[in-house]
């Protein structure tokens, strides 16, 4: 089976503009959850979508949002960029509740 | 609050010795308690998992121990490897009553000397 997919793989934007980046989970994974990784914070949970639904959310302003299509596809969005916004954009999915595999991550720069 | 807390921050050890990494939670709702590896510029892979009703798991050169009493789990890699030189985190989740969300410790920098 092929692996959790990101795109794009890395990312510049200006602050004040937003961002779409996109998740394709592995093949019958209807769970898809996106994390924040950065050196400072560490690996931090954003939100989660199982069958098109948020099912839970982390500790994030609402400029963070995101959601899942009908093919189990997923895409957040970042609006109003700060240069704190700057990570990788890590996405996981599962087909259980708890086994998570990650895709290889978005790297998102923010100047 | 950090719920999931890691140790040692750094880790050098030298090629076919013993490589410990240990954490501790709060939350005695946690279940799931898994092992990711990350090496640079890849996402975090999924190396072990263990839940709470074992003391001990074992996969291959890599060992979880569980200690529930005291809340906390640790990864033993045996006959360290060059290859083995990674960031090793350690996480935790609650099962269906939080979906899958993970919540990870800060992360152990792993470097095996050949």
């Known amino acids: 089976k092929a692996g959790v997919t990101q795109t794009p793989r890395y990312l510049i934007k200006t602050r004040g503009q937003q961002v779409t980046l996109s998740c394709s989970p592995i093949?019958?994974?209807?769970?898809v959850s996106w994390y924040q990784q950065t050196p400072g914070q560490g690996l931090q949970f954003l939100f989660e979508?199982?069958?098109?639904?948020?099912?839970n959310k982390g500790n994030f302003p609402g400029r963070f949002s995101g959601r899942q299509f009908s093919n189990s596809r997923s895409e957040m969005n970042v609006s109003t960029l700060e240069l704190g916004d700057s990570a990788l954009y890590l996405c996981?999915?599962?087909?259980?509740?708890?086994?998570?595999?990650f895709g290889p991550g978005t790297r998102l720069t923010v100047t | 609050q950090q719920q999931v807390k890691q140790s040692p921050q750094s880790l050098i050890v030298q090629k076919g010795g013993i490589s410990i990494i240990n954490c501790a939670y709060e939350n005695t709702a946690f279940d799931y308690f898994p092992w990711y590896q990350q090496f640079p510029g890849k996402g975090p892979a999924l190396l072990i998992a263990i839940r709470p009703d074992v003391s001990e798991k074992k996969e291959g050169r890599f060992t979880i121990s569980f200690n529930k009493s005291a809340k906390q789990f640790s990864l033993h890699i045996m006959d360290s490897q060059p290859g083995d030189s990674a960031t090793y985190f350690c996480?935790?989740?609650?099962?269906?009553?939080?979906?899958?969300?993970?919540?990870f410790g800060e992360g152990t920098q792993l470097t095996v000397n050949p």
């Open positions: 979508y199982f069958s098109e639904t948020q099912r």
């Open positions: 996981a999915s599962s087909q259980s509740y708890h086994e998570q595999y």
């Open positions: 093949s019958g994974h209807r769970s």
């Open positions: 996480a935790a989740s609650k099962g269906q009553t939080s979906g899958s969300r993970l919540t």
